[in-house]
């Protein structure tokens, strides 16, 4: 179980540098809004890091500080695929472990069942961005909704 807890630790290490690199270079129209959100996910992953990092440490283990290589454009639409990508990942990731954990732990259980709710919640919320045809077009078209 230690392993698969350090495989979303590494997966939300990864979250945070993706996000924060996504809110960094960001511009145009949209800049405002995405700036952040973007920025917000990266808070989250490092919460959930925290979280998954503290928990890990108290089950014996040792965090990993390793990541996984980060998806980088200037393109917003590939941004906000990136995002959905990265948030349905994470909920994929945290339902493996929640199947092992369950019946053995019940307030791991508990735990990683909250932080997969935020998860699911950032999966809806880049699907609803995406499926939006004018956020679509703003975000494919033309260089003023480009990032950096």
């Known amino acids: 179980m230690i392993d698969k807890l350090n495989e979303i630790l590494k997966h939300e290490w990864t979250g945070v540098a993706q996000y924060s690199q996504a809110a960094f270079v960001v511009t145009g129209l949209w800049r ?11 808070k ?3 919460g959930h890091a925290r979280t998954i990092g503290q928990k890990i440490a108290a089950l014996g283990g040792v965090p990993t500080i390793e990541r996984n290589q980060v998806k980088q454009t200037d393109d917003l639409y590939e941004m906000l695929q990136n995002a959905l990508e990265f948030e349905s990942k994470a909920v994929q990731l945290y339902q493996e ?12 259980v508990v735990l990683l069942e909250e932080i997969l709710l935020e998860e699911q919640d950032g999966v809806d919320q880049f699907t609803m961005i995406l499926k939006d045809p004018a956020v679509a077009a703003q975000a494919k078209g033309g260089s003023a ?3 950096g």
């Not at 405002?32 to 990266?42: D, G, K, P």
């Open 97 to 108: 472990v929640l199947s092992m954990a369950d019946g053995k732990n019940r307030p791991l």
């Open 32 to 42: 405002e809004v995405y700036n952040e959100i973007f920025l917000e996910s990266a």
């Open 145 to 147: 909704t480009k990032a």
């Open 44 to 46: 989250e992953s490092f």
